[in-house]
């Protein structure tokens, strides 16, 4: 499989598309184990670290790069989510993509899986953020 987030912005939408076009033929199976391969991917990038690898160079760049990344990435879901219609939809999920991997990464960096988020959130599931934040305090 390959797992492409970061492309050239001016074949976004194309990109989008093919995207959205094979995640539909997916079995759900497969999309619900997605994070988790692509975690297992940068843990091998991590352990095993190619020469050629935009993961690598991040890695190099430790939590000050990723942090950089995660940052730019953030900024450009905000301004993708004040675009109209099918594109603007599109580039969302494009720039969503985008910010996830670089999240997994600084995960992945930090030594925590994808599936340690997982049960994180699992605990919070039906849970008021309101109360959730309150039982914190």
Same mark, same amino acid.
């Given at each position: 499989m390959c797992f492409c987030v970061l492309g050239v912005h001016d074949r976004r939408s194309s990109i989008v598309q093919r995207i959205t076009a094979h995640v539909k033929g997916m079995p759900? /199976?497969?999309l619900n184990n997605i994070l988790s391969r692509l975690m *297992?991917?940068?843990? $091998?990038r991590k352990? @095993?670290?190619?020469? #050629?690898s935009y /993961? /690598? +160079?991040?890695? @190099? *760049?430790? /939590?000050? #790069?990723i942090g950089e990344k995660i940052l730019e990435e953030a900024e450009e879901v905000i301004e993708a989510a $004040?675009?109209?219609g099918d594109e603007g939809r599109a580039h969302l999920i494009y720039e969503a993509a985008d910010l996830l991997f670089h999240l =997994?990464? =600084?995960? *992945?960096? #930090?030594d925590i899986h994808i599936h340690e988020v %997982?049960?994180?959130?699992? +605990?919070?599931?039906?849970?008021? *953020?309101?109360? %959730? #934040?309150?039982?914190r305090q």
């Open positions: 759900v /199976t497969d *297992g991917v940068i843990e $091998d352990a @095993n670290p190619p020469e #050629k /993961t /690598t +160079k991040l890695f @190099n *760049g430790g /939590t000050a #790069k $004040d675009e109209a =997994m990464v =600084m995960l *992945g960096f #930090k %997982e049960a994180e959130l699992s +605990k919070r599931f039906g849970i008021s *953020g309101i109360d %959730e #934040k309150a039982a």
